[in-house]
């Protein structure tokens, strides 16, 4: 089976002044497969960051996938959905990020690397839009 990123976007995105200090990056992801359309599939990433002293920046990001074939329900038990799709996904988000924070007028947030594989042994998920 082929499969290829076919789309990324910016689903929301919120730069705010926060009354207090985000501390922690908030950061997660889901892939969601969907009932209607049987070759294709979402990587979405849902991050929270503080910029500057006194800015939070929320953004949604979604990277549609599209198979050559449908995906059966074995193959979505594949590490590919839920390591290798997110980890070439993220690096678009990371340039995203850094592009927009600094032609805001910050200093650019350059999002850490992730280790999907840590990260999808324990928060392994799927959803069906």
Not at 32 to 52: C, R
């Amino acid at each position: 089976m082929n499969i290829r990123l076919i789309n990324s976007i910016v689903d929301e995105l919120s730069l705010s002044k926060a009354d207090e200090p985000l501390g922690e990056m908030e950061f997660s992801m889901v892939t969601a497969f969907s009932k209607d359309s049987l070759n294709s599939f979402l990587i979405i990433f849902d991050l929270k960051v503080q910029v500057g002293k006194d800015r939070i920046l929320t953004i949604k990001y979604i990277s549609e996938f599209e198979a050559d074939q449908n995906i059966s329900e074995n193959d979505r038990e594949s590490h590919f959905f839920y390591i290798n799709a997110p980890a070439i996904s993220f690096p678009f988000l990371r340039a995203y990020i850094g592009n927009l924070t600094l032609s805001s007028g910050f200093d650019p947030i350059i999002l850490p690397a992730i280790n999907f594989v840590k990260l999808a042994e324990g928060t392994k998920s799927q959803i069906e839009t």
